[in-house]
């Protein structure tokens, strides 16, 4: 068994791909305890990526898996392949225009083993410019270590509002077997699909380790799939949302966290796909106003009388059940955008 794997989803990547890969070789954890799963999403670019996979295997035959998918099952999907690839002891996603810097795999296990943690959260550095080398470490001096073993510890760090915890999937280095013992998977074919993964992850996470050291460079490609065009996946976050409650239904924990659950919807699937929407340009309608609201309480009917929405009121989520409740005609349409993209 390998320490470490590493799931690289890769769709039309050539341009990025050998860095990303060049980055986890020179790993100072020991190229001997990592094994890579390159995974090609089928991509359109004539096989360019593709070729870079294949190469790259057959250099590294005992480090990397590549394997190729015939139909595109976006991020979510190709990341659930690589994770049943995986052999290492933990694991970790890596965008295949983004890369690690050469001691972070070290730290983050040394971090795992010290303090025996389920995950391991640690911190990303954003850059605009692919060409840029950095290799160095960031660090802070706010590393702590949070138990999960009471119910109400359980509630509170699902609904968790501390800056430096995420819901994201990418700055995390996970215990496998966690994820196979709960079946942990994202919602394919989505974007903003990391809430489908990160959820579950939070519902049985029981040592949650945060790492004050920014360990990940991360790429803002303007073609990336928040960045670039969205397209038929205009919906996809709330649609995203209903699958997980869907999912947490057959899990059996749907009603034992319903408080927890509505807040989460109440300000990610329906509060952040409006504000999402707006920032992206786009003027709801007043079918989808109508559509959004009835989601929202067609999932929760008393999400206006939510326990955690009372306590943490804000100027926001005041406004989102203010809209729960009004009438919404061709004319009131107009003005709500207008109003909501003040906050926005």
């Known amino acids: ?200 992850v939070r519902l049985v996470v029981r040592r949650h380790y945060f790492l004050d050291e920014a360990l990940y460079i991360c790429f803002l490609s303007p073609f990336s799939s928040m960045r670039g065009e969205w397209g038929a996946h205009k919906w996809d976050n709330p649609q995203v949302w209903v699958h997980l409650m869907n999912d947490l239904k057959d899990r059996g924990v749907f009603q034992q966290y319903y408080p927890e659950l509505e807040y989460l919807f109440l300000e990610w699937g329906f509060g952040l796909s409006i504000r999402l929407l707006l920032q992206k340009g786009y003027v709801l309608t007043k079918e989808e106003l109508i559509s959004l609201i009835d989601t929202a309480t067609g999932m929760f009917p008393d999400i206006r009388h939510n326990q955690y929405r009372a306590q943490n009121q804000t100027a926001w989520n005041s406004l989102l059940v203010t809209l729960l409740d009004m009438e919404i005609t061709e004319e009131s349409a107009v003005v709500i955008n207008d109003i909501l993209k003040k906050y926005v």
């Open 1 to 200: 068994m390998k320490l470490v794997s590493v799931v690289v989803p890769c769709y039309n990547a050539f341009m990025y791909l050998e860095k990303c890969i060049e980055h986890l070789l020179i790993q100072t954890i020991g190229l001997e305890n990592i094994e890579i799963i390159l995974v090609d999403d089928a991509s359109t670019d004539g096989g360019a990526t593709l070729g870079i996979i294949m190469q790259y295997e057959q250099k590294y035959p005992e480090n990397i898996i590549a394997v190729s998918l015939e139909e595109n099952v976006r991020q979510g999907g190709a990341r659930n392949v690589g994770v049943s690839y995986a052999n290492g002891q933990y694991l970790i996603f890596c965008d295949a225009d983004d890369w690690l810097v050469p001691e972070a795999l070290e730290h983050l296990y040394r971090a795992a083993m010290e303090y025996d943690a389920d995950v391991v959260e640690f911190r990303i550095r954003n850059i605009t410019n692919h060409r840029m080398e950095i290799n160095t470490i960031e660090k802070g001096s706010e590393s702590f270590l949070q138990e999960i073993v009471s119910e109400e510890e359980r509630r509170q760090f699902l609904i968790s509002t501390d800056t430096r915890l995420s819901l994201g999937s990418q700055k995390k280095f996970y215990r496998l077997s966690l994820l196979r013992e709960h079946q942990i998977r994202f919602v394919e074919h989505r974007i903003f699909e990391e809430p489908s993964f990160m959820v579950p």
